[in-house]
């Protein structure tokens, strides 16, 4: 089982972060944190990276349902999207499938919520693969 779902799009990496930040709130999410991977390597360590941003997503009435079936999986909030330039200079995009992250934790209502949100992410990647460049 894949631990995500993927597209390359053809926009600059820039542009790419608005599109895909618009697909999430469209399907109820917002971007809770955003971490610039390439930025934080240079600063930390002085390493260059290509662009990477890490955005964490959440859809809060899929994340308090979650909270409520399964307390302490708080560990595994938010759901990650990831934008990166690839070689070619186009922008991958990757997102979390929640139903394979958490398959350690036995809970069946907690599997039907995740379930849910990866029908939700799996339409904001396809939706992507739609959007001109």
Same mark, same amino acid.
């Given at each position: 089982?894949?631990? /995500?779902?993927?597209?390359?799009?053809?926009?600059?990496?820039?542009?790419?972060v608005?599109?895909?930040? =618009?697909?999430? @709130?469209?399907?109820?999410?917002?971007?809770?944190? =955003? #971490?610039?991977? @390439?930025? /934080? $390597? @240079?600063?930390? #360590?002085?390493?260059?990276?290509?662009?990477? %941003? #890490?955005?964490?997503?959440?859809?809060?009435?899929?994340?308090?349902?979650? $909270?409520?079936?399964?307390?302490?999986?708080?560990?595994? $909030?938010?759901?990650?999207?990831?934008?990166? *330039?690839?070689?070619?200079? %186009?922008?991958?995009?990757?997102?979390?499938?929640?139903?394979?992250?958490?398959?350690?934790?036995?809970?069946?209502?907690?599997?039907? #919520?995740?379930?849910?949100?990866? *029908?939700a992410l799996?339409?904001?990647? =396809?939706? $992507? *693969?739609? /959007?001109?460049?």
């Amino acid at each position: 089982m894949s631990y /995500t779902f993927s597209t390359t799009l053809d926009m600059p990496f820039d542009a790419a972060v608005s599109t895909v930040t =618009e697909a999430l @709130k469209q399907e109820g999410f917002g971007v809770l944190t =955003e #971490i610039d991977v @390439k930025e /934080t $390597l @240079k600063k930390k #360590i002085d390493a260059d990276f290509r662009p990477y %941003r #890490i955005l964490g997503a959440c859809n809060p009435k899929m994340a308090h349902q979650a $909270l409520q079936a399964e307390p302490e999986i708080g560990v595994m $909030l938010p759901c990650n999207v990831v934008v990166q *330039e690839d070689e070619g200079g %186009r922008t991958r995009v990757s997102a979390v499938d929640p139903v394979a992250s958490m398959q350690a934790v036995d809970n069946p209502a907690l599997g039907e #919520i995740a379930g849910q949100v990866r *029908e939700a992410l799996r339409r904001v990647v =396809e939706g $992507l *693969e739609r /959007t001109p460049a």
